[in-house]
């Protein structure tokens, strides 16, 4: 059977979530809803970034203990993934106990092991650069636009410190040759391209430890120093799956992961982490994935300018499932993408009101209208009408097998139009006015397995209008034990009783 883990990053808790972390995490929540659909053996990880300067700053500022900021921040992204609808498996937080001490057991492991050149992984040296709390990371020079951070529009502090390396710069050639050689994904093109391109210039080592940052793990061989943030951060991929204890059993069954994420951080994904996974002997991920960044009208997502979108007053003011639907479909996959209200109501009305909603609205109402005359016995060019369905399937597969989530959804859009056209083509109440009840009866039969067909492709992104669709046509209780195989084959279902409802009512 095949397997899944896909895994979101885990997200700094000094920021309250916004529709920024909102959009990697429904895609995430998609694609395992997918492949739980599929059966394939799913894990979906998400969680929160604890440790670090930033964080600890943050708590400072309103007096709390950093934990007690983390606490209570954390359970702010919980409540704002519950209310997302997330179904993700497990939710790590690196102050977690189980983390902590599997970092330290990851850590003492490496620090036994050898680089691909043969030297010590680790190594102790002192460090002067330039440190931007934000990002938490060192910055170039050439990284700066009039001296400031691009990302955080402040200027880093220059820090000089006695620090634990990794030794990061032994490792070039192999991710140089894995990238060649296609071991090691990164999708889309235009990143694995950036990838290559920093390894063409020669990646210097990291510090893996800090000097005087209190609020982290502190480092196993050397407790002045506590574990530099991003290197701990990573590890959250495989310490949630038990890796560092005896038992590594979630570890054998699911390891390695897709990586989500923007690309902000690909780096320390495409790079650093599967140079620590082959320190450890472990295998690279399976794919590196980064999408684009949102902004709102245009401009950055930023305290400073207001225009902050809260996940949760999103889902109170339009509904969880178009919340989803319009996060997941407003960014062209790889690109950036810009959100604002005015069309995120439009794409309500657009897609979802007149859409999907008016297409059911119509099937169903029809239904209800000549069910008397609706002969379930009658034939069907099975044969004819299933074609566009297994297209639709086909296409579906392939863009979410591929991450493509925009296009998945826009195959299914077209086979809404499909519907739309055919009802128009074929007229149903003037063949009830003709008395044509075998015509009648293929038509609106044809019509309601293509709508079982697309109660079921929307599952993973609007779970719950799935579940309406379903069960309003009268499938759901038999079917949701389904086989994948079965449930999109066209033409199995057996008599039911639609029923009729607003899918989507109008926004105020
Ligand atoms: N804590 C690190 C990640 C460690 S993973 C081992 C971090 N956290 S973060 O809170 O800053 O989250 C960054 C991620 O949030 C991005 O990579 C992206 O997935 C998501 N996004 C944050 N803002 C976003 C947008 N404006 N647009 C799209 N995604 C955004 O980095």
């Given at each position: 059977m095949a397997k899944f883990y896909i895994t979101t990053p885990i997200y700094y808790v000094n920021d309250k979530p916004h529709i920024g972390h909102a959009y990697t995490t429904i895609v995430a929540d998609i694609l395992a809803r997918y492949h739980r659909l599929k059966g394939d053996q799913t894990y979906f990880l998400t969680g929160t970034d604890e440790h670090g300067s930033k964080v600890a700053q943050s708590a400072e500022k309103i007096n709390y203990h950093p934990q007690k900021f983390c606490d209570e921040r954390s359970a702010m992204y919980q409540l704002a993934f519950d209310t997302l609808n997330i179904s993700n498996d497990d939710f790590i937080r690196t102050t977690e106990k189980r983390h902590e001490e599997r970092v330290m057991v990851i850590l003492e492991k490496m620090k036994k092991g050898k680089t691909p050149k043969g030297n010590d992984v680790f190594f102790e040296g002192e460090y002067s650069g330039l440190y931007c709390t934000g990002c938490e990371a060192y910055k170039k020079e050439e990284d700066l636009i009039d001296g400031k951070c691009p990302d955080h529009l402040r200027e880093p502090e220059q820090i000089t410190e006695k620090n634990w390396f990794f030794r990061l710069s032994d490792y070039n050639d192999v991710l140089m040759e894995k990238i060649f050689n296609g071991e090691l994904k990164i999708a889309p093109e235009i990143r694995k391209n950036e990838m290559a391109g920093l390894l063409k210039q020669g990646l210097e080592d990291v510090a893996?430890?800090?000097?005087?940052?209190?609020w982290g793990i502190p480092l196993p061989w050397d407790k002045e120093q506590t574990v530099y943030v991003w290197i701990e951060a990573l590890m959250n991929y495989i310490t949630a799956l038990g890796y560092g204890t005896k038992n590594q059993k979630l570890f054998k069954k699911f390891w390695p992961a897709v990586h989500l994420m923007a690309k902000d951080i690909i780096k320390f994904h495409a790079l650093i982490w599967p140079a620590i996974l082959i320190t450890l002997g472990e295998q690279i991920p399976e794919l590196v994935f980064a999408h684009g960044f949102f902004t709102i009208n245009g401009q950055k997502m930023s305290k400073t300018i207001g225009n902050v979108i809260d996940p949760i007053q999103l889902v109170n003011d339009i509904g969880v499932d178009p919340a989803r639907f319009y996060l997941a479909t407003e960014m062209t996959f790889g690109n950036d993408g810009d959100v604002s209200i005015e069309r995120m109501k439009e794409a309500y009305g657009a897609?979802?009101?007149?859409g999907l909603g008016n297409l059911f609205a119509r099937i169903t109402g029809m239904y209800s209208k000549y069910a008397e005359n609706i002969d379930y016995k009658v034939k069907i060019n099975t044969k004819k009408y299933s074609l566009i369905v297994d297209e639709t399937w086909k296409n579906y597969e392939n863009f979410l097998d591929n991450l493509v989530v925009d296009n998945a959804v826009g195959e299914v859009w077209k086979l809404i139009g499909w519907c739309d056209k055919f009802v128009e083509e074929n007229k149903p109440w003037e063949l009830a006015k003709q008395k044509d009840y075998k015509k009648l009866s293929e038509v609106i039969l044809i019509l309601l397995e293509n709508l079982r067909h697309i109660g079921w492709m929307i599952s993973p992104i609007m779970p719950d209008t799935s579940v309406n669709i379903l069960t309003l046509l009268g499938y759901f209780d038999t079917d949701k034990t389904l086989k994948y195989a079965k449930l999109k084959?066209?033409?199995?279902?057996?008599k039911t009783s639609p029923q009729n409802a607003i899918l989507f009512p109008r926004l105020a």
């Amino acid at each position: 059977m095949a397997k899944f883990y896909i895994t979101t990053p885990i997200y700094y808790v000094n920021d309250k979530p916004h529709i920024g972390h909102a959009y990697t995490t429904i895609v995430a929540d998609i694609l395992a809803r997918y492949h739980r659909l599929k059966g394939d053996q799913t894990y979906f990880l998400t969680g929160t970034d604890e440790h670090g300067s930033k964080v600890a700053q943050s708590a400072e500022k309103i007096n709390y203990h950093p934990q007690k900021f983390c606490d209570e921040r954390s359970a702010m992204y919980q409540l704002a993934f519950d209310t997302l609808n997330i179904s993700n498996d497990d939710f790590i937080r690196t102050t977690e106990k189980r983390h902590e001490e599997r970092v330290m057991v990851i850590l003492e492991k490496m620090k036994k092991g050898k680089t691909p050149k043969g030297n010590d992984v680790f190594f102790e040296g002192e460090y002067s650069g330039l440190y931007c709390t934000g990002c938490e990371a060192y910055k170039k020079e050439e990284d700066l636009i009039d001296g400031k951070c691009p990302d955080h529009l402040r200027e880093p502090e220059q820090i000089t410190e006695k620090n634990w390396f990794f030794r990061l710069s032994d490792y070039n050639d192999v991710l140089m040759e894995k990238i060649f050689n296609g071991e090691l994904k990164i999708a889309p093109e235009i990143r694995k391209n950036e990838m290559a391109g920093l390894l063409k210039q020669g990646l210097e080592d990291v510090a893996i430890s800090r000097n005087n940052v209190a609020w982290g793990i502190p480092l196993p061989w050397d407790k002045e120093q506590t574990v530099y943030v991003w290197i701990e951060a990573l590890m959250n991929y495989i310490t949630a799956l038990g890796y560092g204890t005896k038992n590594q059993k979630l570890f054998k069954k699911f390891w390695p992961a897709v990586h989500l994420m923007a690309k902000d951080i690909i780096k320390f994904h495409a790079l650093i982490w599967p140079a620590i996974l082959i320190t450890l002997g472990e295998q690279i991920p399976e794919l590196v994935f980064a999408h684009g960044f949102f902004t709102i009208n245009g401009q950055k997502m930023s305290k400073t300018i207001g225009n902050v979108i809260d996940p949760i007053q999103l889902v109170n003011d339009i509904g969880v499932d178009p919340a989803r639907f319009y996060l997941a479909t407003e960014m062209t996959f790889g690109n950036d993408g810009d959100v604002s209200i005015e069309r995120m109501k439009e794409a309500y009305g657009a897609h979802l009101a007149n859409g999907l909603g008016n297409l059911f609205a119509r099937i169903t109402g029809m239904y209800s209208k000549y069910a008397e005359n609706i002969d379930y016995k009658v034939k069907i060019n099975t044969k004819k009408y299933s074609l566009i369905v297994d297209e639709t399937w086909k296409n579906y597969e392939n863009f979410l097998d591929n991450l493509v989530v925009d296009n998945a959804v826009g195959e299914v859009w077209k086979l809404i139009g499909w519907c739309d056209k055919f009802v128009e083509e074929n007229k149903p109440w003037e063949l009830a006015k003709q008395k044509d009840y075998k015509k009648l009866s293929e038509v609106i039969l044809i019509l309601l397995e293509n709508l079982r067909h697309i109660g079921w492709m929307i599952s993973p992104i609007m779970p719950d209008t799935s579940v309406n669709i379903l069960t309003l046509l009268g499938y759901f209780d038999t079917d949701k034990t389904l086989k994948y195989a079965k449930l999109k084959k066209w033409g199995i279902q057996a008599k039911t009783s639609p029923q009729n409802a607003i899918l989507f009512p109008r926004l105020a």
